[in-house]
Antibody, heavy 122, light 107 residues
């Protein structure tokens, strides 16, 4: 079945960087975009952007432009989120999710990864 | 950016009751590109509805979605104990945005 499995929890210092992975299985990785959505503790969902491996195209939500980088490795069917200059406000669960429209960057999202908790604390 | 406003923020109901959750868009959502998700504590969101009214395979038919202009509705015809969760709407007509969520709690 289609599945996304994310890397484990991270604890980071303010000002450092973090890289979260999202390994896909059960479908042709390059055919569908992967989006990243974060959820701060007790808060709602926030779309960060996405990457379409087929066209090597990325879209970043304005709030995250310049601080976030999305990459994709077709050889391992894995998408990555890298965030720099971490602040305490970046403490959140980060989800990857597949966009269900070939060639699009976004669509409805299904399935989702299990989430990766990133804690930023001194 | 399309802003989605869900109402109410919290609903307290009993199993067996019927519930309607609302999601209002700040502007037109092209082609009814709106989805609904259910999220339980410690879990990822689960897609229920896409295209405003298309139910995902495997989702019980007590869940239904509808739309009227910029107002979208998720209806659960008869609440089961496992339905108590947080529900989010999401538009994908433009750069995706989510509503703030409606918490459905047991009365």
């Amino acid at each position: 079945q289609v599945q996304l499995v994310q890397s484990g929890a991270e604890v980071k210092k303010p000002g450092s960087s973090v890289k979260v992975s999202c390994k896909a299985s059960g479908y042709v990785f390059r055919n569908y975009a992967i989006s990243w959505v974060r959820q701060a503790p007790g808060q709602g969902l926030e779309w960060m952007g996405g990457i379409n491996p087929l066209f090597n195209r990325r879209e970043y939500a304005q709030k995250f432009q310049g601080r976030v980088t999305f990459t994709a490795d077709e050889s391992t069917s894995t998408a990555y989120l890298e965030m720099s200059s971490l602040k305490s406000e970046d403490t959140a669960v980060y989800f990857c999710a597949r966009a269900n429209a070939p060639a699009a960057i976004w669509n409805w999202f299904d399935p989702w990864g299990q989430g990766t908790l990133v804690t930023v604390s001194s | 950016e399309i802003v989605l406003t869900q109402s109410p923020d919290t609903l307290s109901l009993s199993p067996g009751e019927r519930v309607t959750l609302s999601c209002r868009a700040s502007q037109s959502v092209t082609n009814n590109y709106l989805a609904w998700y259910q999220q339980k504590p410690g879990q990822a969101p689960r897609l229920l509805i896409y295209g405003a009214s298309s139910r995902v395979t495997g989702v019980p038919d007590r869940f239904s979605g509808s739309e009227s202009d910029t107002d979208f509705t998720l209806t659960i015809s008869r609440l089961e104990p496992e339905d108590f969760a947080v529900y989010y709407c999401q538009q994908y007509s433009t750069s995706p945005t989510f509503g703030q969520g409606t918490r459905l709690e047991i009365k």
